[in-house]
């Protein structure tokens, strides 16, 4: 099933090139706001899905293209991002040791909607493609045996970053956590619809050209793992991200009007543009890219506020 908020967060279920609103269905679910309706439903779902179903069958659907999408996970309780989690097409020697971070919720962004770049001396802004775990139920000390019995499915996530912001020992929180840098959407796919999420194509394109193009299959600690892991640190609830990492190498710098991209095998295909009112620039230079040009470090900010001097 994938499921979707739209317009003023109407609760619905998209069938093909449309969406069915069965709002009336969770009505019964305590809830404050969007963000509590659906990690509520997300909770109890089994209780709800032959209800979500049948009200999905008999309603009319309206073209997916008439409607606003909003982010179908607006409030959850935890954003947990894997840092430095894919092999790089197997080129490096070996696994970087496990490591995760916060992201916060107040960061997220829908189908749509713009990534704003604020007004910081960042070195470079990127957004990394990558595959949303969501978790179904509460999670605590789980094995990786038993681990992919606690997601409820699957989402579109892009990892927006601002990069080198000083002090260089105060990093992920500013460099990650800031308004917009969470798209996410346009739906979330239920586990049942993707059966190998450890075997699906990721790609982001920039303005019609691809730039990541990888496969999850290619993560150096797999899902089972990065679950049990992040729950040995602490308990995830149902509604949970766990953002599973990204292949750096085409990684490429975000700019003012860009339209960006990505769509994870199953999961449909996320929209979003670029804002950037000082209209800094950067050249078009993916990390491999420099790589191969042996060139060190970010492509170098060539115009607007905060080029280098010199």
């Known amino acids: 099933m994938k499921l979707a908020y739209f317009d003023d967060f109407k609760l619905g279920v998209v069938k093909g090139d449309g969406v069915v609103d069965v709002s009336a269905v969770v009505q019964g679910i305590p809830h404050s706001g969007p963000g509590d309706l659906m990690n509520g439903l997300i909770a109890r779902f089994e209780e709800f899905r032959a209800k979500l179903e049948d009200a999905a069958a008999k309603g009319s659907a309206v073209p997916l293209s008439s409607v606003r999408l909003r982010p179908p996970l607006p409030k959850p309780d935890n954003i947990d991002c894997m840092a430095v989690n894919y092999m790089e097409n197997g080129t490096l020697p ?3 040791p496990i490591n995760a971070f916060h992201k916060s919720p ?4 829908g189908d749509g909607d713009t990534m704003v770049l604020p007004d910081v001396p960042a070195t470079i802004f990127e ?4 595959l949303g775990m969501v978790i179904g139920k509460r999670t605590a000390q789980v094995s990786e045996a038993e681990a992919m019995d606690h997601v409820f499915g699957y989402i579109n996530f892009i990892d927006g970053s601002a990069r080198g912001l000083p002090p260089t020992a105060n990093s992920f929180f500013q460099m990650k956590s800031r308004e917009t840098f969470c798209p996410i ?5 239920t586990k049942d619809e993707i059966p190998n999420p450890q075997k699906l194509a990721i790609k982001l394109w920039n303005n019609g050209v691809l730039m990541q193009d990888f496969n999850s299959d290619d993560m150096a600690h797999k899902l089972p793992r990065c679950i049990s892991w992040l729950s040995s640190i602490h308990t995830l609830v149902p509604g949970d991200i766990i953002a599973t990492g990204t292949n750096h190498r085409g990684l490429n710098p975000f700019l003012d009007g860009d339209k ?3 769509e994870v095998e199953g999961l449909g295909r996320l929209h979003i543009s ?3 009112d000082l209209k800094r620039k950067w050249d078009r230079v993916t990390r491999l890219q420099r790589q191969e040009a042996r060139a060190e470090g970010p492509t170098p900010q060539v115009a607007g506020k905060y080029t280098p001097k010199g």
Request: glycine residues 10%; charged residues 25%.
């Open 94 to 96: 070996a696994p970087a």
């Open 106 to 109: 107040s960061s997220i962004i």
């Open 127 to 130: 957004g990394e493609a990558e």
């Open 185 to 189: 959407g346009p739906f979330l796919v």
């Open 260 to 262: 960006i991209e990505l």
């Open 274 to 276: 670029v804002r950037d």
